[in-house]
């Protein structure tokens, strides 16, 4: 009985990813969907294609660390079939100006971009709810952010040590601020009319 038990639980059990690697990516694929988990390619402007592998699986993730330190990187467009993008994606690509993030990505990991160093700007697609933990903090160059009504919550040093940042546009109600989201940063925030949570300062910006 026990043999037949496993057996079963063999015939049940999930579909693992196996790492796999095509043209410059490496990647996981589940069966149906594809996470992007390592970049091997020379840099420069890159854009991250839609599909890979022999079954033209969608890519749907860029996983954790996937282009971490790649200071080659200098601009980076990211498919509409990718919903999320995880820890440390981008951290350290010293050399990414520009990145865009289309409306289908709803959520922004940890430190995703933190110390990209060259990033001058970067408007938060309306898809997205909250911000990770440090996601662009020390992006030292950056000097303009589009924040979208969509987002409630700028997670712990979200933009700390953004040290440029004089800009943060914000289209809906002050989203809730954890412990140092706009940490050493001198900017100021301009908000919509009719929209609600702002005071003189917001975070320690003025408003």
């Keep these: 009985m026990?043999?037949?038990?496993?057996?079963?639980?063999?015939?049940?059990?999930?579909p693992r990813a196996w790492a796999l690697t095509s043209g410059d990516y490496v990647y996981t694929d589940d069966g149906s969907t594809v996470t992007i988990t390592g970049y091997g390619g020379a840099g420069g402007a890159v854009t991250i294609p839609s599909v890979l592998g022999p079954s033209s699986h969608?890519?749907?993730s860029i996983g954790g660390y996937?282009?971490?330190?790649?200071?080659?990187?200098?601009?980076?467009t990211i498919p509409s079939s990718v919903t999320s993008?995880?820890?440390?994606?981008f951290y350290g690509c010293t050399g990414l100006t520009s990145v865009t993030i289309p409306s289908s990505v709803t959520s922004i990991g940890?430190?995703?971009?933190?110390?990209c160093t060259s990033l001058t700007g970067v408007t938060i697609p309306s898809s997205v709810i909250s911000l990770g933990n440090?996601?662009?903090?020390s992006c030292t160059s950056l000097t303009s952010v589009?924040?979208?009504?969509?987002?409630?919550?700028?997670?712990?040093?979200?933009?700390?040590?953004c040290t440029s940042l004089t800009s943060v546009n914000c289209l809906g109600n002050a989203p809730a601020l954890e412990l140092g989201a706009f940490l050493d940063v001198p900017g100021?925030?301009?908000?919509?009319?009719?929209?609600?949570?702002?005071?003189?300062t917001y975070g320690g910006l003025t408003t």
């Design 134 to 137: 440090d996601a662009f903090s």
């Design 85 to 89: 993008l995880g820890t440390l994606a």
């Design 58 to 60: 969608p890519v749907t």
């Design 146 to 161: 589009t924040i979208p009504s969509s987002v409630t919550r700028l997670g712990a040093y979200a933009f700390y040590n």
């Design 188 to 200: 100021t925030v301009y908000y919509m009319n009719g929209t609600t949570g702002w005071g003189a």
């Design 66 to 76: 996937a282009f971490l330190g790649c200071t080659s990187l200098t601009s980076v």
């Design 110 to 115: 940890e430190s995703a971009f933190s110390y």
């Design 2 to 14: 026990a043999r037949l038990l496993f057996c079963v639980c063999l015939l049940f059990a999930a």
